[in-house]
Structures are given as C-alpha cells and as structure tokens.
C-alpha cells in the first residue's frame, strides 16, 4: 500500500459508496417486494439522466421543447420514472404472472437492451457532457491532513452534494419503508403475496409501486452520476458496482444495500492505494473479490434475512 | 348472506375439485364445513373469497352471492375491501418478519381503515386475545404456534369483517389451546356477532360451536344439517367423534362403513 494515499481513498470511497448502495437500494426495494432481481436498474438510471438532460434544455440543437432549471428537470423525470415503474408492471410483469421467476428476470434484461435501444433513437448514442451541474466539475475542497499525500485531502464539492443528496434518499426511503402504511403493505407483499391478497392488499399495485419507487432511485443515482461524469450510454454499468454492493449486503435488506455500498467504494479505492500496479489495475474486480470472501463467511450477506424457522 | 350455489371448481383447466357444493351462512351465524384432508373445504373458501383466481382455478359453474350480489368473478381485493369476506389462511400464516402489532395493523389498513378505528380494533383483538397485548412489540415469526393462531385471527377481525372463513384453526395445537381458541370463536359470533364460516377436521369441537354443518368428501357436500343433528348422525358419531359401538353391525354395514372410512379418512 501507498500509505500516503489511503486518507484520501477513504474518503472518495465512502463518497462513491454512498452513491453505489443508493443504485443499489433501487435493486433491493423491487427483490423485496417481489423477489425479481432486476437486471435493467442500471439502463433505468442512465435513461433517468437523459431525461433530466432533455427536461433541462441541454440538446442544445435548437429543438429543445423545455428549459428547466435542473432541480426542476429532476422532478420531471421523477414523474416519468414513477410512470415508466407502473408501466412496466403493467405491460411487462402482469402478463408474466405465474410464469417461472427466472423468466420473468430474464424479460427485465430484454426490457435493459430495449431502453438502451430507445434511448440512443431519441437521444443520440453521443455522451452528453454538458449534463447540468449546480456547480462545476472542477471545484474541490482542500481538507489539510498531516499524514494525507502532500498533507491535503482533496475532495471534490460535487461529490459531496451527491454523497449529501444519496445520504438523505436513503434516510427517507428506510423512513417510508419503517413507519408509513403503504411501506407497511409493501413489506407484507414483500413476505407473502397469497397472504397479502387475503387481506385485501392489491399486489399488482404494490409491485408497480416498487417498480415506481427503483425508478425514482434510479433517476436519482443517474442524475448524480451524471453531474459528475456526463449523460451516456455507459452509465448504466456502474450496475456492475451496485450488484456486488446487493449481494454484500444481504439482497433484501435496506441498510444492507447501504452498507455494500460502502464497502464497496472503499474497496475500489483502497485497491487503487496499492504499490503493485497488477493491483492497482484490479480496482474493478476489487468488489467481488470482497464479495467472495464475505459469503464464504456469511453466505446471506452482512445484513441478509435470517429465515425464520420455527414450528 | 352468503349462498354458494352449485359451484364446480377446476385447477389448471383440467383437476376437477369440486364437484357441485352448495352451502349457505345466514346472519349471525356459525357454520363448519368437516371433511377429510384434499375433499376440497380450502377449495371451498378460496372460492367464495377470491383466491382461487390467484392460483390456476376457477369456478366454472354455479354461481356464489353474498346478500344477493354475485361475487365469483371479484378479484380477492374487491371482496375483501368491498364485502368484507375475509379469509384466515391454513396453517397459521402471519408475516413473519413484522412485529404482532404491524400484523395486526395491516388488516386494517389493507382495508382501507384509518387512524382511532384502527386503535378500537386493537383493544377489540386484544380484549379477545389477551396474551397478545404484551407481545406486540414482538417479531411474530418467533411466537408459539398458539400465539400466532390467536394472531392470524385477530387479524382477521382487524378487517372489521362481514364474514369470517377461518380454515384449520386447530391444526397443530394442543387440546387445551385448541379449547381455548374455540371458546373465543364462538365469543367473536356472540359479542361481536359476526358471522364465521369454518373449516375443521376436529369435528366434536366444530360441532359444538357451530349451528349448522357440512360434511365434504371427495368434492361433494355428502352430509348437512343442524349441529345437534349431525351430533347424533351414526356415521358423524362413528367417523367423526370416535363413537363406535363395536360388533354391534351386520357385515354387509360393516363393509360399507369400512369403505367409507377409508376414504374420509384417507
Ligand atoms: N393449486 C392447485 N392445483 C391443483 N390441484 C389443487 C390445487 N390446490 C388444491 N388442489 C387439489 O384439490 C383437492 C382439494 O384440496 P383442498 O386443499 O381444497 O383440500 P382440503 O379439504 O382443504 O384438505 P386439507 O384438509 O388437507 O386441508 C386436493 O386433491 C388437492 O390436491
Ligand atoms: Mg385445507
């Protein structure tokens, strides 16, 4: 290890984290409810930034219909994600019922390629780099820190806004989950659908629900993604990064989600400390190579549900 | 109330269960249905509260009405939410990973019920299941098996029911439990006055509180009437509540009944 280098790793790496395990909650939330992994989160997130990118006015070419200010571009697509999580429920999981699950996850990695599709015939397949900031890219924090390289820290102030704006989503989603009603029946669907359909609990609805809420998450993940790096194709494979940080933490758990996210941000920047640069270079295999060892000592994750046996 | 009318039930379009049943709940009361286990009483309450369609089968004839409005083709929601039909699964199903209050709370909402109903009908689940009050704050999947049958109920009653189908309520638990929960079925008709529709296999205790039952075999209602009358029934008395007189038959019954046995019991 660069010892010099790893004060600042750890703090780009919980930054990076946090942004991770709130892609990574969006995944969680539809496994819960409805025990579908779903392969297109990432292809959500990135047509969640073209959105915002189209709802601010940033085509540029002369034919942009609005001009939103970027908060308000974040809403717009908010709304269309929550209309775009119903419609897929509707469309493409309704006729799927009572099909085998691995068919239906399956379907979610046809519905990625189909996004991907759509995306690139209205938007281009040209990165956007003029995504919308509040702020500039460039601007960083200097943090004086004795032991850090050259004694300072540098942070970037954007990825702090994301580390922010991620922290309060997922403060308010575990909040939704906890104490609100419809979290309360989302989390009973979650357990036992024939069980949540005796009591009066409308399923369909709930997993369209789910489906409306990991597309809310996923704009948001996109939209901080982008601030940081631009509008493209590619976002949509930080998924790559998101899935170990769900299998750490456990599949079905919020916080674990959290937690993996974490981990695995650390992971990829502490590797990126090291001396050797056949290590240094693994920084993208890094998160499975946590992910092994961590389910060979807990194979249900860090924070998977224990199953409850008894009777 | 509820008038099931000839109904026959087919799974994945080909197993035939039920093979015309017909049975009525009038107000106020209590009725069981007896059979043996696969005569199709699950089937039963699944059809009249709308879990059937959730599961490859369907009610291809007769018809099922409560208070004269046709109720077959409703999903499971509507029925539940609309007419207040609620259905307490086999087998003690509860959601495991919620504490006993969150189980309880969710009948109401999922209903539709808000706010101080949802506290009266707390007190109300408690006042029947006392045990329950200090365990609320508690996992459920981690309560006795008494515990959580007075759960699934107390859900049940949650709903603020117009019909109560509850199926097995004494599967697994010991006599006493099993004693004790049926006093406080029968309190829930009284106090409350709601009716129940229940399925049972222990049929000297279904018996004794229910006014009218139905016996079920092979997907056919085989036996019906008033509790007091089944009660003395050769058959019930023989089959059911283990009352047989033995060397007192001619062989030729005594072939038949063996027969008849081996197939309600089977
Ligand atoms: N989903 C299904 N698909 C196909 N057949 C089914 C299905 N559910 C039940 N059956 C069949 O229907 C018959 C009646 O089942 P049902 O569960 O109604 O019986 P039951 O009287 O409740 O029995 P028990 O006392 O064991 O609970 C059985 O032969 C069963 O195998
Ligand atoms: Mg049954």
Redesign the interface.
């Known amino acids: 290890m660069n010892w010099v280098l790893v004060p600042q790793a750890i703090i780009t790496g919980i930054l990076n984290g946090s942004v991770i395990g709130l892609i990574a909650l969006g995944v969680v939330l539809i496994y819960k409810s409805s025990e579908i992994f779903n392969f297109s989160q990432g292809h959500l997130l990135m047509l969640g930034a073209f959105v915002t990118w189209w709802f601010a006015g940033a085509s540029e070419d002369g034919n942009e219909i609005f001009n939103f200010p970027l908060g308000l571009a974040v809403l717009a697509a908010f709304l269309v994600a929550l209309l775009i999580g119903f419609l897929i429920e509707r469309i493409a999981l309704r006729p799927m019922t009572g099909q085998p699950l691995l068919s239906i996850i399956l379907m979610t990695l046809g519905l990625a390629q189909l996004i991907e599709g759509l995306v690139s015939i209205f938007f281009g397949i040209q990165p956007k780099s003029n995504f919308p900031a509040p702020i500039a890219r460039t601007e960083t924090f200097k943090i004086p820190f004795a032991f850090a390289f050259q004694g300072n820290i540098f942070i970037k102030k954007l990825l702090v806004i994301a580390f922010l704006v991620a922290v309060f989503g997922m403060i308010l989603i575990v909040i939704f989950f906890k104490f609100s009603r419809v979290g309360l029946s989302m989390r009973a669907t979650a357990e036992d659908h024939e069980l949540a359909r005796s009591i009066g609990i409308n399923v369909p609805r709930i997993f369209g629900l789910s489906w409306a809420i990991a597309g809310i998450v996923a704009t948001a993940g996109g939209v901080l993604l982008a601030m940081l790096t631009g509008a493209s194709l590619s976002l949509s494979t930080v998924v790559l990064v998101a899935f170990p940080a769900i299998l750490l933490g456990g599949l079905e758990s919020l916080p674990g989600a959290i937690v993996g996210g974490i981990a695995v941000g650390l992971a990829q920047e502490l590797v990126s400390t090291a001396k050797l640069i056949e290590i240094r270079n693994s920084s993208e295999i890094a998160p499975y190579v946590l992910l092994l060892i961590v389910l060979i000592i807990r194979p249900e994750g860090l924070f998977g549900q224990k199953r409850i046996e008894r009777i | 109330m509820l008038k099931v009318n000839n109904i026959e039930v087919i799974y994945s379009d080909v197993i035939l269960v039920l093979r015309g049943i017909s049975l009525e709940v009038k107000e106020d009361q209590i009725v069981a249905i007896l059979g043996a286990n696969g005569a199709g009483k699950t089937t039963t309450l699944k059809a009249i509260?709308g879990?059937l369609n959730?599961?490859?089968g369907a009610v291809t004839r007769g018809s099922i009405e409560m208070d004269g409005r046709r109720i077959d083709k409703l999903s499971?929601?509507t029925i539940?939410?609309e007419l207040g039909i609620?259905?307490?699964?086999e087998g003690?199903?509860?959601?495991?990973?919620?504490t006993v209050e969150?189980n309880l709370?969710?009948?109401a909402?999922?209903?539709?019920h808000r706010g101080t109903m949802i506290d009266q009908d707390l007190e109300r689940v408690y006042h029947y299941f006392p045990p329950l009050k200090q365990l609320r704050k508690r996992?459920s999947?981690?309560l006795s098996?008494g515990e959580q049958q007075m759960l699934v109920i107390g859900?049940g009653l949650m709903?603020r029911p117009s019909l109560l189908l509850l199926d097995e309520p004494s599967l697994?638990l010991a006599p006493l439990l099993v004693q004790e929960i049926f006093r406080v079925i029968n309190q829930i008709n009284e106090e409350s006055g709601i009716p129940i529709l229940l399925v049972e296999q222990n049929a000297r205790l279904a018996l004794e509180v229910a006014d009218y039952a139905y016996v079920m075999e092979t997907g056919r209602v085989v036996l019906n009437g008033p509790s007091e009358q089944l009660t003395e029934n050769e058959d019930i008395k023989e089959f059911y509540l283990g009352l047989t007189q033995l060397g007192e038959r001619k062989s030729y019954r005594d072939v038949k009944h063996y027969k008849r046995r081996k197939r309600w019991l089977g």
């Open positions: 509260s879990l959730a599961e490859e499971a929601e539940v939410r609620v259905q307490v699964l003690r199903r509860l959601f495991q990973h919620l969150e709370v969710i009948g909402t999922a209903r539709g996992v999947g981690y098996g859900r709903s697994g």
